[in-house]
């Protein structure tokens, strides 16, 4: 049970390349949200997939 409690907590690696300017934009961001550009990322892709299965979710109604 530990082990799959781990692998799902497990974090990729993705490499990822984005503009000078959105990246600006990004790191400013986070820095008004007291989080890294990375962690800013991760949590602006978290809540567009709850978004997203929320509308999904919704459309079958």
Known sequence: ???SVKK???KKQIPLRVSAALYNELAQWAEDEFRSIN???EYLLTECVKHRKKSYKDSEL
Request: a negative charge.
């Open 8 to 10: 799902e907590k497990a």
């Open 1 to 3: 049970m530990a082990d």
């Open 39 to 41: 962690g800013q990322i």
